[in-house]
């Protein structure tokens, strides 16, 4: 199982992002997925969730700015990013909701202000 997440960068605040995650698993299209996100000096935190049926839940801290969506055929889980803040900065990963999976390196979001 491999989840290598990309996309990431140096952004200006009010700049967007798009992350992609491709996912090397098994019955992807049946699974659950989120994004997290680490900060230095903080835990890893949900951001955003996408049920294999499409119902999807953000933190509120992205909400309105997040798009969380997904490609099953290419067994893809991607995170658009708009309206970023310099408190968005993080490594930025991809999983199932409860961390099934070995956690991948990441992609590193810098947003300056």
């Known amino acids: 199982v491999q989840l290598q997440a990309s996309g990431g960068g140096l952004v200006q605040a009010g700049g967007s992002l798009r992350l992609s995650c491709a996912a090397s698993?098994?019955?992807?299209?049946?699974?659950?997925m989120a994004w997290f996100r680490q900060a230095p000096g903080k835990q890893r935190e949900l951001v955003a969730s996408?049920?294999?049926?499409?119902?999807?839940n953000y933190a509120d801290s992205v909400k309105g700015r997040f798009t969380i969506f997904r490609d099953n055929a290419k067994s893809t889980v991607y995170l658009q990013m708009n309206s970023l803040k310099p408190e968005d900065t993080a490594v930025y990963y991809c999983?199932?909701?409860?961390?099934?999976?070995?956690w991948g390196q990441g992609t590193l979001v810098t947003v300056s202000s």
């Open positions: 999983n199932t909701p409860r961390g099934l999976y070995p």
């Open positions: 996408i049920t294999r049926g499409g119902s999807i």
């Open positions: 698993v098994s019955f992807f299209s049946f699974k659950d």
